[in-house]
């Protein structure tokens, strides 16, 4: 099939969790046979890396885009009039548009891949068409006159707006809830026109179709297609690292520029470590993420002994080799943590909360431990690191359950059965449903 995948970031190098994702779901279409064209937005930072998409796709186009407040400022207003979510608007640009007009006009596209809710916009000027006959017919064939829409859902998004809402300022607590009913509507509004959307967790899957609730008075009309397909990462291409039993070191990360693994790890500097420190003095911290808040770098200058940020580390495994326990503190958010599976698949003893394992098929206290209090989450690490025969066999069983679950080959098929549905109806034949 050909195919044209929207992307809001350049999806490599696979650094951060929603790049992970669009990574293996663009290479796993391209080692199908698939014809992938790829239009992203291109930061002055990515554009190096858009040689490695361009061997890999079929074609690629890259529109410039560059972060603003004072053009934010003017997104914001111009959200408020138009009554389209902030974010939506934010990434509403002329030349993205024209770009993707121009290519369903002058080339044959067989299906729209949309990664992330803002990137929908630009598939929805071409709405569905469908022609069937009776809805009650077990051979019922359709005829598809348009492009397969699929929607790549990493988040229910309108969900962490409100789980965010509670830890904001109470200043900032209106607005949060006015942009969270926006979105929530939005959401609605693209799964029911797009023909497909992929969830990565069944909480998200039922967010969506409540965001479709509220669009339809609480009745849905025709229930739209979501399928839950996991974010995978490639366990083949991940070596599980060594523990050492003498480690002192807690390790935390994330894309630190996004609000939600910000305020986890604002509330774990805050309210964990101290009491982790009170019994165990030669613990220590690092930090790794891209533009890590200043309040962040000034925690680790005040305490330079054992705290340390690094910023953004293109290398992680150095890092992991060193590392006693790996810290993942989770309290808003939406989809998969993506730095839960790569720390699984390194083999690294791990504590979350229970909104950060959301999705992932783990356990707490096989694979994980999983705790949502100051005190409860501090003990849990204090255990790990007291417990050498605790920490390797919780890390063994965390990669066992990568390699079982989370492989992108197999998690991914699920989506080629999809779109191989589309394509056999497309031709006009369904087979017998009994």
């Not at 930090?287 to 808040?293: C, E």
Request: net charge negative; proline share 6%.
């Amino acid at each position: 099939m050909r195919i044209l995948f929207l992307t809001q970031i350049v999806p490599y190098p696979p650094d951060a969790g929603p790049k992970v994702k669009t990574w293996h779901v663009i290479r796993y279409f391209c080692e199908l046979g698939h014809e992938v064209s790829l239009a992203t937005f291109v930061r002055p930072d990515e554009e190096q890396h858009l040689a490695v998409l361009e061997e890999l796709c079929h074609q690629v186009f890259a529109v410039p885009f560059k972060r603003s407040k004072i053009e934010d400022f003017g997104y914001l207003i111009r959200s408020l009039f138009s009554g389209r979510p902030f974010l939506v608007e934010r990434d509403n640009l002329k030349r993205m548009r024209n770009l993707v007009d121009e290519l369903l006009t002058h080339q044959e596209i067989d299906a729209i891949h949309a990664d992330q809710l803002t990137m929908t916009q630009y598939a929805l000027p071409h709405h569905a068409q469908f022609k069937s006959n009776d809805l009650g017919n077990a051979n019922l064939v359709s005829e598809v006159s348009h492009p397969l829409r699929i929607f790549d859902a990493h988040n229910a998004v309108y969900k962490i707006l409100e789980r965010m809402s509670g830890n904001l300022p109470w200043y900032l607590r209106p607005f949060a809830n006015f942009e969270a009913r926006k979105i929530k509507q939005f959401e609605g509004k693209i799964v029911t026109e797009f023909d497909h959307t992929l969830s990565v967790t069944e909480n998200d899957r039922i967010a969506l179709l409540s965001a479709v609730d509220s669009r339809v008075n609480g009745k849905i009309q025709v229930e739209p297609a979501i399928s839950v397909v996991p974010i995978a990462v490639n366990p083949n291409e991940i070596s599980p690292v060594q523990l050492q039993e003498k480690s002192r070191t807690l390790l935390t990360l994330g894309s630190l520029h996004y609000p939600p693994n910000a305020d986890g790890i604002r509330w774990f500097i805050e309210q964990v470590y101290p009491r982790i420190r009170g019994k165990k003095p030669d613990a220590n911290l690092t930090i790794i993420g891209k533009n890590p808040p200043a309040d962040f770098i000034q925690f680790a200058e005040q305490n330079p002994e054992h705290v340390s940020v690094t910023g953004y580390a293109p290398d992680l495994e150095p890092y992991l080799k060193d590392t006693s326990v790996l810290v993942i503190p989770v309290r808003a958010g939406g989809g998969m943590r993506v730095r839960i599976l790569e720390g699984l698949a390194y083999g690294q003893a791990i504590v979350t909360t229970t909104v950060g394992l959301e999705g992932i098929e783990a356990k707490s206290g096989k694979e994980v431990l999983v705790a949502d209090e100051p005190q409860d989450f501090a003990e849990a690490v204090l255990e790990l690191m007291n417990n050498f025969e605790l920490r390797c066999e919780i890390a063994k069983n965390g990669r066992d359950l990568i390699e079982r679950k989370y492989d992108w080959q197999v998690v991914l098929k699920k989506v080629k059965d999809i779109y191989q549905e589309f394509e056999l109806k497309n031709q006009g034949f369904v087979p017998n449903v009994e």
